[in-house]
Structures are given as structure tokens and as C-alpha cells.
């Protein structure tokens, strides 16, 4: 499973350079340059990680953070800063972050942690379900759980994108008769056996609600 990472840094000759030597290693990155980019990307996208500037142009790396973890994003966090006294790396943390660099720094020390910390964990979890989006194996209550292939892709499209809207037409075009009643349907299977809070959200789509 490729790493999906946003990568907020308004410099943008290092934002470049990064963003090059983060794709050399087959990740996917998408770019920010201020929070409102972060924002409107993480409302849209789901990603594996978050690679942060503080000092950014809007609200600064810290708030944002604080913002995203207050809308239930649990999404890793790296900062990448200049800032390197005591204080600021303890706002980091208590922002949520999982990491802090310090620049200047060789790229290839941050792929190496985002490789040891991050790349290898792909069990999620929900409730009393573990879920491994790579092999796609589903345990509830410590007993596997099969799923046709339907509702297989179904659950896991709603869990990487657990307390976002997945639009409808995404979920449509995982049906093998696209239509609103099988898609009811079929969601309805899916509750039933994972005991999953889905959310309809009106004439946008579902979400996969996580308290």
C-alpha cells in the first residue's frame, strides 16, 4: 500500500525538494502552503501522514493540528521546524504531534523514521474490530470475519476514511448493480454483522462515525 503524506511547508524550494525525494521513495504526496491548503485537503483526502511546517502563512502548524485533532483526525503527525527551543517542541507535542525534526536536516533521516515509525503500521482499529488495510483480514472480538467481496470494499473504503463523508458515486462504483437500493442494502448487511455506526448524509453520502 503506497503512503499517502500531506506535506505542509511554505518554502518552496524545500517543499520541492522534499516533495521529489518523498515520491523517489514511492510515496504519494500531496502539497500545502498554508492551512487553509491543509484544511480543504484533509476534508477531501484521507492520508496516511502529516509532514508539518509551524511557521505557515494562516494559522500556524501548531493550531492546526490542534484544529484537526478537534474533528477526530488521529492522523501522524511530523513537524519540521526551525524552532528548536524547549518550549516550541513541547507545544508540539502537546499539539499531538508523533515526531519532531529540527531543520536544517537530511531528508533521508526523515524517511527513515516515517519508514520505521510509520510505514509498517497497517492495522487500524474500531470499536472491537482490528482492521489491516493492507491484507484487508478483519477481526472482531478476536475471531476473524469474511465478507463477500462487496461488502469487503464497501468497509474498507468508509474505514481509511473513518468520520469523513465518502460521496455516494464512490461507494456506487463498488457495486456490482450501482443503484441507491442496493447500496442501502448492502450498508445495511455491514452494520448488521460489524455493528458499524454509519451516518447517511443527505444527498452527499455516508460516513463511518467513530466516537
Not at 503527525?77 to 528548536?84: F, R, S, V
Not at 464497501?154 to 462504483?173: G, R, S, W
Request: hydrophobic fraction near 35%.
Amino acid at each position: 500500500m503506497v503512503m499517502k503524506i500531506l506535506l505542509l511547508e511554505d518554502d518552496k524550494n524545500l517543499h520541492a525538494s522534499l516533495k521529489a525525494y518523498f515520491e523517489l521513495e514511492n510515496f504519494e504526496v500531496l502539497s500545502a502552503f498554508n492551512s487553509d491548503d491543509v484544511y480543504n485537503l484533509s476534508f477531501e483526502e484521507s492520508f496516511d501522514l502529516y509532514v508539518f511546517d509551524v511557521n505557515v502563512p494562516g494559522d500556524n502548524g501548531f493550531e492546526i493540528l490542534k484544529s484537526l485533532k478537534n474533528t477526530k483526525d488521529n492522523t501522524p503527525t511530523i513537524y519540521i521546524t526551525a524552532l528548536t527551543d524547549i518550549s516550541s517542541i513541547g507545544l508540539g507535542f502537546d499539539a499531538g504531534a508523533d515526531d519532531y525534526i529540527k531543520k536544517p536536516f537530511d531528508p533521508e533521516e526523515l524517511v527513515l523514521r516515517i519508514k520505521n515509525r510509520y510505514q509498517k503500521k497497517s492495522v487500524g482499529f474500531y470499536k472491537d474490530i482490528s482492521y489491516d488495510t493492507n491484507s484487508k483480514e478483519i477481526v472482531k472480538d478476536g475471531k476473524p470475519v469474511l465478507l463477500g467481496e462487496v461488502l469487503s470494499n464497501l468497509f474498507h473504503e468508509l474505514f481509511i476514511n473513518k468520520n469523513k463523508i465518502v460521496p455516494t458515486q464512490v461507494l456506487y462504483d463498488l457495486l456490482e448493480h450501482p443503484n441507491s437500493n442496493a447500496l442501502r442494502v448492502n450498508l445495511s448487511k455491514l452494520k448488521s454483522k460489524l455493528n458499524l455506526d454509519i451516518k447517511n448524509i443527505r444527498n452527499t453520502g455516508y460516513m463511518l462515525e467513530e466516537s
